[in-house]
């Protein structure tokens, strides 16, 4: 057995000679969260469907190879494992992997989700795709479901470990974002809520962590951005895109509540990026500090017009 896992940290790289697992770590914030911990010297199993050889569904050009090689250029160990999560031998060819390497996870992050064809916003959930709505439920729950299920053990026999599920949106207020979309969502800091109190027995922390307006691969491409140009997204149909964050805002956070000794105060908790900026003074890739929560409660809840607001001071 090569164990990956034990051995001393330093001050650069507080996880040197940790292991973790990051499911849905082709793109987006599991990428990103993939490279922080990386960064912070992980050895990190990158796992997803899309490969350079065999492309997922949703068609992509970002791959979990891709991710690894990222990893690796941060300063960790990248290992990319194809693994699909609604497959439950898949899960179990993957866990084989891990046991027969390493003696077990120190973090594990759970950002599994392959829902975005599926999400109708503009339609009632009455005069939606019942099997869209199905499959999307299938895809980011059930999935989580057989990954805990399955990854659990891997963290559980090491005493202080970290569990991660990866959510939309830091409560269970309904903002319109259709019913599936939402019971998955509102399902996953469920599940978090559960970890925290199911794991604490065995030193284990478990919580559920959000992006705020994530500025992701898709989402640029969708507003015909980069990431260098992005601003020009900002319209007055999008006003609040001037406080979007890309997905390394909270991959930093999430790589400093792996190294924080006392991280189980937050057991059970849904963390935001602006949460972990204010926890842990952490900022996006170009030096900002984006509060996404602080402008939705001020602008959108107060009941301002968004096109009249300055989104400095909520950099």
Partial sequence: MTTTGGAGT????????????????????????????????????????????????????????????????????????????TSVA?????????????DGLDVLVDDVWGGDRYVDFSSAYWDSDLDDALTMVRNGIESHLIALHRLLPCVVRRPGGLVVEVTDGEDDDYVGAGVPYYLVKCGIRAIGRALGAELASSGVTGLSVTPGFLRSEAMLELFGVTEDTWRDAVTDERPEFAVSETPYYLARGV?????????????????????????????????????????FREVFRAGRDPRTIDPAPYR
Avoid: K, N
């Fill in 10 to 85: 330093g001050p650069g790289q507080p996880l040197r000679g940790r292991t973790a697992l990051v499911t849905g770590a082709t793109r987006g914030c599991g990428r990103a969260i993939a490279v922080e911990l990386g960064r912070a010297g992980a050895t990190v199993f990158v796992t997803g469907r899309s490969t350079r050889a065999d492309a997922s569904v949703l068609g992509r050009p970002e791959t979990i190879e891709g991710t690894a090689e990222l990893v690796d250029a941060a300063g960790g160990r990248g290992v990319p494992v194809r693994c699909d999560f």
């Fill in 90 to 102: 898949d899960v179990d060819a993957l866990r084989e992997r891990v046991e027969a390497t390493t």
């Fill in 255 to 295: 790589a400093a509540l792996a190294a924080d000794p006392e991280r189980d105060r937050f057991a059970g908790r849904t963390l935001a990026s602006w949460t972990l900026m204010h926890t842990y003074g952490v900022t996006d890739v170009d030096g900002s500090r984006p509060d996404f929560g602080r402008y």
